[in-house]
């Protein structure tokens, strides 16, 4: 993760933290701000996120550090792991990851030993082939030194933007229902508030249902507040999706790259600022959002988008919601944890879920006592299957993806801000050894080429990189970096591997 960039808020905490003594470990492959305040960086290189956080395990489980009661009363198959992890000694690991034996040990000793320990994690850790995987050998740390269920622990993830915990967790992951119940779990009580049967079968994400229109299964789409075309890794496949599509519905602030290329109907919507409703952070609190001002234009509040186009097709008597809190009092009745969360409650102060009354306090720390499954939690074994995005005498650089302080996301709001003047596209960033074994001088503009596309962009020759490495933002579609990335996907979310592409570089005539 690099939050004073990609999370300033949580990142300047951070920060604020170290300066009052907490110790804080980095793990990145480049020498980011955060990384340099760091009392230990371990500069890994991309792709090795499996090994690295075995490794971690290994030497606190040899070097004595695990919390035998804790794993005694909370966690199961340790013997099993124990015997795992010793394939994956930090010595073993060490030329692999790039970081040496002894870092790898110091960086153990501190998470072990100075309780509490917190892990924060970001999409350097999910969008990898084995991105999934990975959060689970950080989970396996954390079950080992009993960093759970007390302040100042656990595993948290820092989601890509606002409100994502809050999307997902009202449901627009295909296989859940809202408050991430399967829909198994969840079908009697959802049928009996809304009075209609729940289709038992799994929906598609946002990627298979890229693969089905390609495949002539899917006909139309509808996209909120989303430019997938920019957005997507793989960028040539995801236009051929597109153009299989009968109908693509674009529903944004402004004419994203989608709309341009793709759409055939627009709905113009409102920012956050020019409607009512609610937002979930990280730390599970649901907090009130306020319309500041009434929507420009024809634009209109996603909640109205969608209502009046239910009720053009027959179905106004299912939504004809007048106001985000009618929406949100149907979202307590259908799900039991978050219960107590009335709009009078979170009128100057938000709650925490679960608050399953309306004289409950919120819960501020989960698992105290139990997981969300039962009382305890199993040690993952997650063997490292390595990328198929490898570097070659054709393609010697490996390519991460990411965001950075001037920009955001696929650039649909910032580019269109003041923020251009501060970062007007997006820079290639080069170790200085390699710049200058290419002959490539900053600000030049090279033409990077991977085994799926290419794309050109200005050079940044910058110390924070290591020599073979290369980093790039995705913002600017006039360079649409995403027509070179990679199309491998994570074993099991389906995610894009967006932190490693095998890149080669050319100068332009």
């Given amino acids: 993760a690099n939050p004073s960039e990609n999370h300033p808020i949580p990142g300047a905490r951070i920060k604020q933290a170290a300066m009052r003594g907490a110790n804080l470990i980095v793990i990145d492959p480049r020498e980011t701000e955060l990384a340099r305040a760091a009392d230990i960086h371990l500069q890994l ?30 966690v199961t198959e340790f013997e099993e792991f124990k015997k795992f992890v010793a394939e994956y000694s930090p010595e073993s690991v060490a030329e692999q990851c790039g970081v040496s034996a002894d870092l790898i040990r110091r960086a153990a000793r501190m998470y072990a030993s100075q309780k509490p320990s917190m892990a924060l994690h970001g999409l350097g850790m999910t969008e990898h082939y084995q991105g999934t995987e990975g959060v689970m050998t950080i989970v396996n740390l954390a079950l080992l030194t009993g ?269 269109r801000t003041p923020n251009k003047r501060l970062r007007p596209t997006d820079r290639l960033m080069i170790a200085p050894r390699d710049a200058v074994r290419l002959s490539i001088t900053p600000g030049e503009s090279v033409k990077m080429r991977s085994r799926h596309g290419e794309a050109v962009l200005p050079v940044e020759v910058s110390d924070k990189m290591r020599e073979g490495e290369l980093f790039a933002s995705f913002h600017d579609p006039a360079v649409f970096l995403n027509f070179a990335t990679s199309p491998v996907r994570d074993r099991f979310t389906q995610a894009c591997e967006f932190k490693v592409t095998a890149v080669n570089l050319e100068k332009l005539p």
């Fill in 45 to 74: 290189k991309p792709g090795t996120n499996i090994p690295m956080f075995n490794a971690l395990a290994h030497a606190i489980i040899d070097e004595g550090l695990a919390d035998e009661e804790f794993i005694k009363a909370r």
């Fill in 147 to 415: 960093n759970f269920g007390k302040p100042g622990t656990g595993v948290n993830p820092l989601r890509g933007q606002n409100n994502v915990q809050g999307s997902a967790h009202m449901g627009c992951d295909p296989g859940i229902l809202t408050g991430s119940v399967s829909v198994e779990a969840g079908k009697d009580l959802f049928e009996k508030v809304w009075q209609r049967p729940v289709p038992l079968e799994s929906g598609l994400n946002q990627l298979q249902m890229m693969d089905a229109a390609r495949d002539g299964k899917l006909k139309a789409l509808w996209t909120i507040g989303y430019d997938v075309f920019l957005s997507n890794a793989n960028a040539h496949e995801t236009a051929r999706s597109f153009e299989k599509l009968e109908l693509v519905i674009v529903q944004d602030l402004f004419m994203n790259e989608t709309a341009k290329r793709f759409g055939t109907v627009f709905f113009p919507a409102c920012s956050s600022y020019e409607k009512d409703g609610t937002f979930m952070n990280g730390e599970r609190r649901v907090q009130r959002i306020r319309k500041a001002v009434e929507p420009r234009g024809s634009s209109r509040s996603d909640l109205t988008i969608v209502c009046d186009l239910a009720a053009a097709m027959g179905f106004a008597s299912d939504f004809d919601f007048w106001s985000a809190e009618e929406v949100w009092n149907e979202v307590r009745d259908v799900w039991p944890p978050g219960y107590g969360i009335s709009y009078g409650r979170i009128e100057t102060r938000g709650l925490q879920w679960p608050c399953p009354t309306t004289d409950h306090p919120g819960t501020e720390v989960l698992h105290g006592t139990s997981f969300s499954h039962g009382p305890t939690a199993a040690l993952k074994r997650i063997k490292y299957r390595p990328t198929k995005e490898t570097v070659s005498d054709e393609f010697p650089f490996l390519l991460t993806t990411g965001r950075v302080l001037e920009q955001f996301n696929a650039g649909t709001m910032t580019m």
